[in-house]
């Protein structure tokens, strides 16, 4: 359904533990050769409402292609699935849109961030 292109790591100050998706980010996005202008859609974690707007912010994430069914409040943040929710629900609306590139991030307490660039390839 969609090909793995590049992932990172990334640690922040625990105090800013939220933004941990945005050095990830920048991280996998070169690894790939992309910018976030490359991307057609975004799912990121929301940890809470102001935290994805962070993120957003600091990549310069337009919002009509962030987290275009709803976050972790309308859609779930189950513990220990997060990153499966983002990536599967990613991949199925890239499907349905029939986009080419997206990112899935999402912030890990404690400062991490892990973010993965990903190909549709159906």
Known sequence: MAKIISWA????EPAVMGTGPVPA??????KA?????????????EAFAAQSL???KELNIPK????VNGGAIA??????????????????EMKRRKSKKGLATLCIGGGMGISMC?????
């Open 64 to 67: 009509e292609k962030l987290n």
């Open 9 to 12: 790591t990334c640690g922040v």
């Open 118 to 122: 990903i190909e549709n390839v159906i």
């Open 54 to 56: 962070a993120v957003m």
């Open 75 to 92: 859609l779930g943040h189950p513990i220990g699935a997060t990153g499966t929710r983002i990536l599967v629900t990613l991949i199925h």
């Open 25 to 30: 980010s920048k991280k996998a996005l070169e």
């Open 33 to 45: 050769g992309w910018t976030i202008n490359d991307i057609d859609l975004v799912e990121a974690n």
